[in-house]
């Protein structure tokens, strides 16, 4: 199993970025696929979810009305469209798939896990 996060980069305070995560070797129709992030010094932090069933999002306090999740079955991939990026927002965004689960928000329902990628917004 991979999943291969892309997308992230050096912006400035407001720009915007999309992430990509490409999932190989599962069924990623029957997987709900998460975002989090870590930046340097602190826990980890649920970014936003996507159901495999419905396509229901959850998303983390901190990005709710600027982030959104999608995903798009045929292609294995989901995306995460970050709008009004704060260097608060500086991390690395790692993306996550969890078998058929709803407690998406939990990193302990998730069983695999890519590599991440560097989001780095400066004010």
């Known amino acids: 199993v991979q999943l291969q996060a892309s997308g992230g980069g050096l912006v400035q305070t407001g720009d915007s970025l999309r992430l990509s995560c490409t999932v190989s070797g599962l069924t990623f129709g029957s997987y709900t696929m998460g975002w989090f992030r870590q930046a340097p010094g602190k826990e980890r932090e649920f970014v936003s979810s996507?159901?495999?069933?419905?396509?229901?999002?959850v998303y983390g306090d901190s990005v709710k009305g600027r982030f959104t999740i999608s995903r798009d079955n045929a292609r294995n991939t989901v995306y995460l469209q970050m709008n009004a990026l704060k260097p608060e927002d500086t991390a690395r965004y790692c993306c996550?798939?969890?078998?058929?689960?709803?407690?998406?928000?939990?990193?302990?329902?998730?069983?695999?896990w890519g590599q991440g990628t560097l989001v780095t917004v400066s004010s």
């Open positions: 996507i159901r495999w069933s419905d396509s229901s999002t």
């Open positions: 996550a798939a969890a078998f058929r689960t709803f407690n998406a928000y939990q990193a302990s329902a998730y069983r695999y």
